[in-house]
């Protein structure tokens, strides 16, 4: 009698442990749309949407201050903290439009500063050339990678059409790999990431949404790596500190008792570095203190 009632507790567990992994295994395999998300789709049901997403690429801007149709996406924090909380790795893209050099560079800028923190990589989204502007379009392209490269150590990654690319003639070589937009076929460009349709469905969203496939994993895959975090370890005294993205100012290094904010662009001169814990700090020199994070400051 004992040993029966073991043998179908045994023989019980069992059913459920497989359950269980049948149910895991099935979540897992159903993690496979890669869409592109922004205010359009309007408020995303993340719980839903996570169970279908690999991941996702997240709209932070459209264009810079100055253009008549710029527009900082509404739903930029709201699509990239959903993601986080419901484990979807994402990335933040910049649409942009060019009319300068130096306009590529402060839209560079502007775009790291409004990006959100927990995104795994950046995407330069270059489908748009404006009206009367001058110059080649890859001038601005480089323009706008050689800022982020000073400014981030994440994936940086190329996005356009494929008309746009052959027309412009551009090489995105320096890039950390492509997603190129094709909806007729395969795109004849190097691909890494193909936006396939532009009429997908998805969880958690109500209308229809960019869908797009993975063509070089591995290339993709090195996009969605956390990247570590890197640290100013030495400054010198009378150094300008400059914050990339808003940032606090605390009154001791363990960053605690908060004395203030510095936001984007706001520079501050530094006295020296110190460590608290496995971390460094800039110790400014009006006493405050700020993270020595690459991520969030620029010293000059």
């Known amino acids: 009698m004992f040993k029966s009632h073991l043998l179908k507790k045994l023989a019980l567990g069992a059913l459920v442990l497989t359950s269980v992994l049948a149910i895991g295994t099935t979540a897992n395999a159903a993690k496979t749309k890669i869409a592109d998300i922004s205010q359009y789709q309007g408020t995303v049901n993340w719980a839903k949407a996570a169970t279908q997403l690999k991941f996702a690429l997240i709209r932070v801007q459209h ?3 100055g253009d008549s149709d710029f527009q900082i996406d509404t739903h930029r924090n709201i699509n990239g903290n959903g993601a986080t909380k419901y484990g979807v790795p994402f990335g933040n893209y910049d649409f942009t439009e060019f009319t300068s050099v130096n306009d590529a560079k402060k839209e560079a800028r502007d775009f790291y500063a409004r990006s959100h923190k927990n995104a795994r990589f950046y995407v330069l989204d270059n489908e748009k050339r404006m009206a009367g502007v001058a110059g080649k379009e890859q001038t601005y392209v480089n323009a706008w990678l050689s800022t982020m490269r000073s400014l981030t150590n994440k994936p940086l990654v190329y996005y356009s059409y494929q008309n746009f690319v052959n027309v412009h003639k551009i090489n995105f070589g ?14 004849n460009v190097a691909t890494d990431l193909w936006q396939y349709t532009s009429s997908g469905s998805l969880a958690g969203i109500s209308g229809r949404v960019d869908l797009n496939k993975v063509l070089d994993s591995t290339t993709v895959n090195s996009w969605l790596k956390k990247t570590p975090a890197s640290y100013y370890k030495d400054v010198n005294s009378g150094a300008t500190v400059t914050a990339t993205r808003s940032i606090n100012r605390y009154s001791n290094a363990n960053l605690t008792g908060k004395v203030g904010s510095m936001s984007y662009g706001k520079s501050y001169t530094a006295s020296s570095v110190t460590k608290s814990g496995n971390y460094y700090r800039i110790h400014l020199s009006n006493g405050n203190y700020i993270t020595a994070n690459k991520a969030y400051v620029q010293v000059k």
């Open 174 to 187: 320096q890039f950390d790999g492509s997603w190129i937009a094709n909806y007729s076929a395969q795109p």
């Open 63 to 65: 264009g810079n201050t």
